[in-house]
């Protein structure tokens, strides 16, 4: 199982990045995935996630309006567009997955089987 983040750097304030994660060695059509981020001196955190299927995704009260998760299961790969940056979301930011799709579980990280090993996002003017 690999799941290989990129897309992170440096971004001013206001600005836009979307990072991509590029999954295999697993069905990640029938996988539930998420994002996660960690930011110095904090524990890790969750950002948003998605069901197999795109038909249903979760955000975080503070990423809601600002971040969106997307997938293509065509390319087995997970995103996540990010618009107007803060400071505050500077962190490392992991991709994981599950093989489940249960609802109530899908914001919290020990239901997560795999993870990759994250991409550093960095907003700063």
């Known amino acids: 199982v690999q799941l290989v983040e990129s897309g992170g750097g440096l971004v001013q304030p206001g600005g836009s990045l979307r990072v991509s994660c590029a999954a295999s060695?697993?069905?990640?059509?029938?996988?539930?995935m998420a994002w996660f981020r960690q930011a110095p001196g904090k524990e890790r955190e969750f950002v948003a996630s998605?069901?197999?299927?795109?038909?249903?995704?979760y955000y975080a009260d503070s990423v809601k309006g600002r971040l969106t998760i997307s997938r293509d299961n065509a390319k087995n790969t997970l995103y996540l567009q990010m618009n107007s940056l803060k400071p505050e979301d500077t962190a490392v930011y992991y991709c994981?997955?599950?093989?489940?799709?249960?609802?109530?579980?899908?914001?919290?990280?020990?239901?997560?089987?795999?993870w990759g090993q994250g991409t550093q996002v960095t907003v700063s003017s």
């Open positions: 994981a997955a599950t093989p489940g799709n249960l609802l109530n579980r899908l914001t919290i990280a020990a239901y997560y089987n795999y």
């Open positions: 060695g697993f069905t990640f059509s029938f996988s539930a």
């Open positions: 998605i069901t197999s299927n795109s038909a249903t995704t």
